[in-house]
């Protein structure tokens, strides 16, 4: 009995390939092309937003490195805010950034805790993630008008740091949860295990097991963190930002000056818009290089603490 193989064999003739592997080879070809095409659609979306971040420091350098100088950031506005520095400003920030911090972590990280360790799964479980979910999308300037209402007009705390706090770390709030605890859920369930089976009880793991395993990930919430309480202007500037004080916050009932709020005032509520533009790009370089500061602090942190925990 012949075959196309035999047949080509007595020939001399090549022997054709199996269909089969005509399309195996096909769809390796297309596969192979859809790959290196989103892949250089990832590459553009890289190479975009690297271009935009680069522009936009590009121009505030361009416009406010004249102005940076130790005076610039040493002294205090003078002048209906044409000269001096920014030195109450940076003050303020740094008050009100990481005491934002002090409220919402501990609370973030307790809300992690009761969620994924806790709580059983159920319609309320259901209700409270939505409304976290969506307390994350709220525009700041709806917490600035809630912490109006309720922390310098309910509770009487006026225009203060206290009042900036309570505000800013409600804002943050979201955040720090989400990452707590998606950073829960990734501690393997292995160490939960083997400590329960020690005889540890639930809280000794999560407080000696979890919660040492899962840091690295928390931290990386209150990067976020610090980096939208740093840069926020509505939020701030119903509770604790004043257009100029000459005195430093004295205790947490004082109200502060802040970068944003400086930035927004010399950019719209100043009677010599031209005179103070290099102030407004000037301030805004102080701004991204403290929030940059902040930022590389708690990553060097988050690394120490793996590097630790690895050991």
């Given at each position: ?23 195996a080879r096909g769809r390796d070809i297309r596969r192979k092309s859809l790959e290196w095409f989103v892949f250089m659609l990832l590459r553009g979306a890289i190479i ?264």
């Open positions: 009995m012949n075959t196309p193989a035999s047949t080509a064999v007595a020939t001399g003739q090549p022997m054709a390939r199996p269909q089969f592997l005509v399309n975009i937003v690297g271009a935009a971040l680069v522009v936009i420091i590009g121009f505030l350098v361009k416009n406010g490195i004249s102005v940076i100088n130790w005076h610039f950031l040493l002294d205090a506005p003078r002048n209906n805010m044409t000269e001096g520095g920014v030195w109450p400003c940076i003050v303020g920030t740094l008050l009100l950034s990481l005491g934002s911090m002090a409220v919402a972590l501990p609370l973030g990280v307790s809300s992690a805790i009761y969620l994924h360790e806790y709580a059983r799964p159920g319609t309320l479980m259901r209700v409270i993630r939505l409304g976290v979910n969506n307390l994350a999308g709220v525009p700041s300037v709806v917490f600035g008008l809630f912490g109006l209402g309720l922390f310098v007009t309910v509770m009487k705390l006026g225009v203060s740091l206290a009042a900036g706090w309570l505000t800013l770390g409600a804002l943050c709030l979201p955040v720090v949860i989400g990452t707590a605890e998606e950073a829960l859920r990734n501690v393997p369930a292995t160490y939960r295990e083997a400590s329960l089976a020690l005889g540890g009880t639930k809280w000794q793991t999560i407080w000696r097991v979890v919660l040492p395993s899962a840091l690295p990930g928390i931290l990386t919430g209150s990067i976020l963190g610090i980096g939208r309480a740093a840069g926020e202007t509505a939020a701030i500037m119903f509770t604790a930002a004043v257009f100029y004080t000459p005195k430093m916050p004295q205790n947490i009932f004082s109200d502060v000056m802040a970068l944003p709020y400086h930035i927004y005032v010399l950019a719209t509520a100043g009677t010599e818009i031209e005179k103070t533009r290099p102030l407004q790009y000037g301030t805004s370089l102080v701004l991204i290089a403290l929030v940059l500061g902040m930022n590389l602090a708690a990553i060097l942190l988050r690394a120490w603490l793996q590097k630790r925990h690895a050991r």
